[in-house]
């Protein structure tokens, strides 16, 4: 059996034992899709140093009204990484929280070398004044298992989402510890389906 495509070229699609249709498809990431269609996907990467308190890694508001930052993945990193026995140290990646003064603005890298788009965001490293308010979360939380761990990715496959004014904050969170955390981002920007 086949099926015609209705349109008069004489195309037809066969049609399986199992009444499916027949056809051959190419899987690969979202992030990649993107990149090669619209030129739209990035990493971001930011770093802070530890100081015995909550240190802000990277933060990242999405502020085009037009399109949704959708993020793939999440790497977290600490580097020589020195905490008492007592200390408690972990990273975690919590939203809502706002930016509102400091930090080094940090810019993501198109990971499309042949488009010139930049990602309508506000990004910051090292450790920005975050606004106090509700946080949601955390959605990943890493609790380092030595000085110097082997750094972890977290594939989110595009579940993350932020619409407009929404940011997400990856974090460094000791009590008695000194080292360096970082973080990269991958992530692609994206128009709502309406």
């Not at 990646?93 to 940090?106: E, Q, Y």
């Not at 309508?120 to 959605?139: E, H, K, N």
Request: glycine content about 8%.
């Amino acid at each position: 059996m086949q099926i015609a495509d209705g349109k008069g070229t004489g195309k037809k699609a066969q049609v399986t034992s199992e009444y499916k249709i027949g056809a051959d498809a190419v899987v690969k990431r979202a992030t990649a899709h993107v990149s090669l269609e619209y030129g739209d996907a990035y990493t971001i990467m930011g770093e802070a140093a530890e100081a015995n308190a909550t240190q802000q890694i990277l933060y990242i508001q999405n502020q085009d009204p037009d399109k949704l930052l959708v993020v793939e993945t999440i790497d977290l990193e600490c580097v020589d990484l020195a905490a008492s026995a007592a200390a408690t140290v972990y990273m975690d990646v919590v939203f809502d929280l706002l930016w509102t003064a400091d930090g080094t603005a940090v810019t993501a890298v198109n990971l499309n070398r042949t488009s010139t788009l930049l990602p309508l965001i506000a990004a910051y490293d090292t450790d920005p004044t975050l606004g106090a308010g509700a946080v949601t979360g955390p959605i990943i939380k890493w609790l380092p298992e030595s000085a110097d761990p082997v750094p972890q990715r977290y594939e989110l496959f595009g579940s993350v989402i932020l619409g407009y004014d929404d940011a997400i904050t990856v974090r460094l969170i000791s009590t008695g510890a000194t080292g360096t955390g970082k973080a990269l981002v991958t992530f692609y920007m994206l128009e709502p389906l309406e």
